[in-house]
């Protein structure tokens, strides 16, 4: 019997549809060796990781939501779908984390708090992060796996023998 575990699936809204290809096939490839896609529901990265980890079984594919109703478009009913309330030391961590942590309005810090949610009780977290300075919400998910001890797999950096060795270790569940 496998042992259930937890990838966090993060990045850009923007990505090059060869990254995209690639988090796609890493989402199924998760599902297929046992373990969970953990993702925030962003268009772009946080979709393709999903919509792969939906192609094999959508009950392993665990969606943080920073409101009701987030891009509720790319939901599939067997989805588990996380809202908030959020635990309150998840809301500390954001603004612990965040550049501008003290200032987030609602709407910000609900969608950082998120990433927080997303990373926590995951194994690995895989992220393919925009340019953009600070990083986003990837970067956030970036700091936040950073600050708990969770490995962290920057993708924008990976050449093809990376993704195999990736691979290997997702298929003997992380060990």
Not at 32 to 60: H, R, Y
Not at 76 to 89: F, G, H, S, T, V
Request: glycine share 12%; proline share 6%; net charge positive.
């Amino acid at each position: 019997m496998t042992t259930e575990f937890g990838v966090s699936c993060i990045g850009t809204r923007n990505p090059t549809r060869e990254m995209s290809e690639h988090c796609f096939k890493l989402g199924a490839w998760i599902v297929i060796c046992g373990g969970i896609v953990s993702s925030g529901n962003a268009e772009g990265i946080d979709f393709a990781f999903a919509a792969g980890g939906n192609s094999i079984d959508p009950t392993k594919v665990h969606l943080h939501l920073p409101w009701k109703g987030f891009n509720d478009f790319q939901i599939r009913r067997e989805n588990r779908i996380i809202l908030p309330p959020y635990p309150q030391w998840m809301v500390d961590l954001t603004v612990k984390l965040h550049p501008r942590g003290p200032y987030l309005k609602r709407g910000p810090l609900a969608l950082h708090t998120r990433n927080v949610a997303i990373v926590h009780r995951t194994l690995l977290c895989v992220a393919a992060p925009s340019n953009k300075v600070g990083g986003g919400g990837t970067g956030q998910g970036m700091r936040t796996s950073t600050d708990m001890g969770i490995e962290l797999i920057n993708l924008n950096h990976y050449e093809q023998a990376d993704w195999r060795a990736l691979a290997e270790r997702i298929r003997t569940g992380l060990r």
